[in-house]
């Protein structure tokens, strides 16, 4: 493990710990914590690519303050979907999610929208505009928190980011 199973379980986003054990805090810790060496990579990789840009238009202040809103609101936003009735929301109760991708999911959104022409390489391989790169990959968080595949809880998680990035 990446982090010792005690700083996971008490520092981690679990629904269940925060509805029935008052760990008010995971939606806030939760981000600070990641599942290994290539998970917090990617998520630093994104933060850096997005996020300087970002930070250079909102300044300092700005950039933190709504790194945060998406971060914490995708954490808040996981766990009241882990109250749904639904299967593949059901899961997602009893589940502990790590990581920083619903605030890296809310960076990809602003910088879509601040910069929509800008390319990025998709995948890695695909040269698309951000506005179709982040519309691909909501659609793809969607469908994936939807249908209950890779993992809901992050797709959830990383959908909520996305939609919490927008609205704000």
Known sequence: AFVAPAVTLTLGLRPADMF??????QPLTYMFL???????LFNMLALWMFGVDLERRWGSRGFVKYYAITGVGAGVVTA????????????IYEVTTVGASGAIYGLLMAWALLF????????????????????????????????????????????AGFVIGWLY
């Open 34 to 40: 990641h599942g290994g060496v290539f998970h917090i």
């Open 20 to 25: 029935e054990r008052m760990f008010l805090w």
């Open 116 to 159: 929509p022409t800008r390319q990025i390489l998709f995948m890695f391989m695909f040269p698309l505009s951000a506005r179709v790169a982040a519309f691909l990959m909501g659609g793809m968080a969607f469908m994936g928190a939807a249908g209950g595949v890779n993992g809901s809880v992050a797709e959830a998680t990383h959908l």
């Open 80 to 91: 009241l979907v882990s109250l749904l009735p639904f299967a593949p929301t059901r899961d």
